[in-house]
């Protein structure tokens, strides 16, 4: 149930991500790691913060919302809600070790977005490529962090789980 999901958001994100036209910077693979013990992450954001130290470290990025487990959107950064119950999250795809910029890598592989899934996840292009999708999922309830978690999506492991319709 948690793939499908993933799959859903990632979808979405897809259809969404760079949509405004502004570029946003990348983050790269450090920047998903977590102190094991605190639950910290490598930009110093930890559960009991709020929107000040959260928006210090990601306001620059691309940052996927659902409140009141609502459906995921981009929000921008003075338009979330953190005072109410509230998931965000800071997706990125890597291939073969880089942070991808979703409008380049489309234009340079000549396809469009809502293709994009179906691209990365063909075994043809998972024989040559090491794909992941990485995100942070922060959980906040009245203005701070509750939970931080680092997940990720290997596609050269699983990638029958995110076979696009």
Same mark, same amino acid.
């Given at each position: 149930?948690?793939?499908?999901?993933v /799959?859903?958001?990632?979808?979405?994100?897809?259809?969404t991500?760079?949509a405004?036209?502004? =570029?946003k910077p990348?983050l790269t693979?450090?920047d998903y790691?977590l102190?094991? *013990? #605190?639950a910290? #992450?490598?930009?110093?954001?930890?559960?009991?913060?709020?929107?000040?130290?959260? /928006?210090a470290?990601y306001?620059d $990025?691309?940052?996927? +919302? +659902? @409140?009141?487990?609502?459906s995921?959107?981009f929000l921008?950064a =003075?338009e &979330?809600?953190?005072d109410?119950p509230?998931t965000?999250?800071?997706p990125?795809?890597f291939?073969?070790?880089? !942070?991808?910029? &979703?409008?380049?890598f489309?234009e340079?592989? =000549? &396809?469009?977005?809502? !293709?994009?899934?179906?691209?990365? #996840?063909?075994?043809?292009?998972? *024989?040559?490529? !090491?794909? @992941? $999708?990485q995100? /942070?999922?922060?959980?906040w %309830?009245?203005g701070?962090i #509750?939970? &931080?978690?680092? %997940?990720?999506?290997d $596609?050269n492991?699983?990638? +029958?789980y $995110?076979? !696009?319709?």
């Open positions: 149930m948690k793939k499908i999901a /799959l859903l958001i990632l979808t979405f994100s897809l259809t991500l760079s405004c036209g502004e =570029e990348l693979a450090t790691d102190d094991a *013990e #605190t910290q #992450t490598i930009r110093g954001v930890k559960i009991g913060d709020g929107a000040d130290a959260f /928006l470290a306001r $990025y691309d940052i996927l +919302s +659902s @409140v009141d487990d609502g995921y959107q921008p =003075e &979330i809600p953190f109410a509230l965000t999250i800071l990125s795809f291939v073969d070790g880089t !942070a991808v910029e &979703i409008d380049a489309c340079d592989n =000549e &396809i469009e977005k809502d !293709a994009l899934l179906s691209f990365l #996840t063909d075994e043809a292009y998972l *024989e040559h490529h !090491a794909v @992941v $999708y995100y /942070l999922v922060f959980e %309830e009245n701070a #509750t939970d &931080i978690r680092s %997940e990720s999506m $596609y492991k699983d990638a +029958s $995110y076979t !696009a319709n």
